[in-house]
């Protein structure tokens, strides 16, 4: 909920309701999920892969989730005080069963092979 700036004496009041609202969202942001500033997720992209790289701080191999399902990849970490979820929208269509992951130091790295978007028809 966003208000305009003019002056209103109930300011106070709501800007207090907005952030409680937002606090009740239920929405996970890596910072507040205990991973800090420094969880941060980036894909790169070649004509034959897709990679994806995400810095998970404080994440252990055990408490890692991986999903995909050709268009879109999905991250899980938790920590014992914590839980992370991203889902990333890839740039290309993959073959999802071709994917390999490695994850080092808090480092993942997942990678794709990319599928071709269309196939050609023979007239008969």
């Given at each position: 909920?966003?208000?305009?700036?003019?002056?209103?004496?109930?300011?106070?009041?709501?800007?207090?309701?907005?952030?409680?609202?937002?606090?009740?969202?239920?929405?996970?942001d890596a910072a507040d999920?205990?991973?800090?500033?420094?969880?941060?997720?980036?894909?790169?992209?070649?004509?034959?892969?897709?990679?994806?790289?995400?810095?998970?701080?404080?994440?252990?191999?055990?408490?890692?989730?991986?999903?995909?399902?050709?268009?879109?990849?999905?991250?899980?970490?938790?920590?014992?005080?914590?839980?992370?979820?991203?889902?990333?929208?890839?740039?290309?269509?993959?073959?999802?069963?071709?994917?390999?992951?490695?994850?080092?130091?808090?480092?993942?790295?997942?990678?794709?092979?990319?599928?071709?978007?269309?196939?050609?028809?023979?007239?008969s």
């Amino acid at each position: 909920m966003r208000r305009d700036d003019r002056d209103d004496p109930f300011d106070d009041i709501f800007n207090e309701i907005e952030r409680m609202m937002e606090g009740m969202g239920g929405h996970i942001d890596a910072a507040d999920a205990g991973f800090g500033d420094d969880a941060h997720v980036s894909v790169y992209e070649t004509d034959e892969q897709i990679r994806v790289v995400a810095d998970l701080p404080g994440v252990d191999r055990d408490g890692l989730r991986i999903k995909c399902d050709g268009r879109h990849v999905t991250i899980s970490a938790s920590t014992s005080t914590s839980e992370y979820e991203e889902r990333i929208e890839l740039p290309g269509r993959v073959d999802e069963h071709s994917a390999s992951a490695s994850f080092n130091n808090g480092v993942l790295e997942i990678t794709l092979d990319r599928v071709d978007s269309s196939a050609n028809i023979d007239l008969s």
